[in-house]
Each structure stands twice: as C-alpha cells, then as structure tokens.
C-alpha cells in the first residue's frame, strides 16, 4: 500500500511538473511569436514610412488606378465603373465625374497632356481625348493581352512618348518572365518585344517565390519615378515593391506591411518624386497613402 501510494505521489509531482512547463514552454512560444511581429512591423516601418492617409469616400472602396495631377489632385478609376474621378485630398471631395464607357473591369490609368488611358483587364486601351473638357474622343486601342493576362499595370513613359504595359497572371511568354511592354503613342500598336524582362527565379526574389512560379510577382500597377527614371511595380495580391532601374535590372524589392497596405492597387508620383499608392477598402476604408521608402 505504501509503494502504491508513493508511486501515485510521484505520478502526480511528474503531472504537475509537466504541466508548469508546457505552459511555460507556450508562453515562451507565444511571446516569441508576438516579438517576431514586432521585430517584422518595426523591419517593415523601417523601410517603408507613411506620410500620409487620405480616406476615400464609398464609390472608390474597389479604387484599381490612380495619377497624380498636382498637389492635392489625383485621378482615380475604380473596378466597376467607366468612369474617371478627381479627388480632391485637400477637400475630400469628388470634384469631377468624367464617364468614358459602361460597365467593366477597368484597372489602370494613365494621363498625357490632355488624354487620358485607361487599361482593361482584358487587354483593351481606351483613349479619352480632351478627358477634362466636354467635347469628348473615345478611341480603344487593341493589345494581345486577354483575360487570362488579367491586365492591371499601365503608365505613361513621358520621355520617350510611350505607354508601358505589363500583365499580372500570365504574361506572353514563359512563365517565369514577367516582362514589361511599350506602346508608342506614334503608333498606339504594343510592340512585341518587351522593354524589361523580370526574371521570377532571381535570387532576389526568392524569399517571395511561389509555388505556382509566375504568381511570385503580380504586377498591380507600375509608375516611373520622374526623377531617377526607375520603374517601380507594385504587387497587391502579395504586397510588395520592386524597383527596377532603367536597364531593368531589379535595385531593390520592398515587402509591404499588409495591415497598413491591405490591397494596393494604384501607383503614381509627383513631379518632384513624392511617392503615392492606393489601396482597396478591406477592413478599412479604401485609401491614398503617401509613402517614404527607405
């Protein structure tokens, strides 16, 4: 009897013991979890600072294209409508509502002098002519992209008088290159011959590589930095950001907080290099964010 009883006072110290220690073991594991994110919020608002935030009113929450206009000006498109909206960060007003077409997927903007074009995801290009007065031209200008590129990136290269284009799914060729495309506006016809390959299994992208390799950078939209020429493409599906320089090569690839960044899907800069990128409503209202990098 007393070995019977001393062996269940062992069992019960054994109980014990263990039990203490699990739960020390988890809340080590959990405070090390929540540090992890810490040190990760702290790494990504180190690199990447928020200047400021302009919340969106509801008929932008699927906000897909922004352009910068002047200080306090922006042109946005959203999913759903064929519509272009300036919006005025200062008043927090849509000042003007310019509609260029019915329904659609329409994803990207881009604005030369007094025309503006807006991307498809189908690949087609519509050209606004005279967008800001009353006596619009709407032109469509045909790409060989299609659904399946899903297209959601275009911008205007001002200094050599050319869109650029660049899918985000599935791009012409192989599945591994994401390449970026030029339509002069001498023509308005893409030229087939990419301006910038990205290869997706560079070494530098590999801490974001995807199983399904061509979904290891999605291309949202893409601008160009007025002042150091660089291209910079914005990934929303995996928030991130690369910047490439005009040769192509990648400089550098920032990673996107997704709390603070839930869906970015509009990139564009000031003509003195503030850079600003709109996100989709998500738990929070859609949005502008003017963006530091560092």
């Known amino acids: 009897m007393k070995n019977l009883k001393h062996a269940l006072l062992i069992t019960i110290i054994v109980i014990t013991v263990s039990f203490f220690a699990f739960n020390s073991f988890k809340d080590q594991l959990t405070t090390g979890s929540k540090k992890a994110m810490i040190n990760t919020e702290n790494n990504y608002s180190n690199k990447c600072t928020i200047i400021n935030t302009y919340n969106l009113p509801k008929i932008l929450n699927e ?26 960060t200062e008043e927090h007003t849509i000042t003007k509502k310019i509609k260029f077409a019915g329904k659609g ?14 991307l498809r995801s189908d690949g087609l290009i519509y050209k606004v002519k005279n967008y800001d007065t009353d006596y619009l031209e709407i032109e469509k200008i045909e790409t060989p992209f299609k659904s399946y590129n899903n297209m959601e990136s275009l911008t205007l290269d001002k200094n050599n008088n050319q869109l ?42 590999k801490d974001f590589k995807k199983k399904k390799i061509h979904e290891t950078l999605c291309p949202s939209d893409i601008a160009i930095h007025p002042i150091s020429k660089d291209i910079y493409v914005l990934d929303g599906r995996n928030p991130k950001l690369l910047i490439l320089n005009k040769a192509g ?29 709109s996100n989709e409503a998500d738990k929070k209202r859609a949005n502008i964010l003017e963006v530091e990098l560092k």
């Open 249 to 277: 090569k990648i400089k550098d690839v920032f990673k996107l907080n997704k709390h603070k960044f839930a869906q970015p899907e509009g990139i564009t800069f000031s003509e003195d290099g503030r850079l600003f990128i």
């Open 105 to 118: 997927d329409y994803e990207a903007i881009a604005i030369n002098n007094n025309d503006a074009y807006i």
């Open 164 to 205: 650029l284009i660049s899918p985000k799914d599935y791009d012409l060729e192989k599945k591994y290159i994401k390449n970026i495309y030029k339509i002069p506006l001498s023509t308005q016809e893409i030229d087939n011959n990419p301006i910038v390959s990205i290869d997706l299994k560079a070494d530098i992208l």
């Open 63 to 88: 906000i897909s294209g922004i352009v910068w206009l002047n200080y306090n000006t922006f042109a946005c498109i959203q999913d759903e409508s064929g519509t272009i909206f300036i919006y005025n």
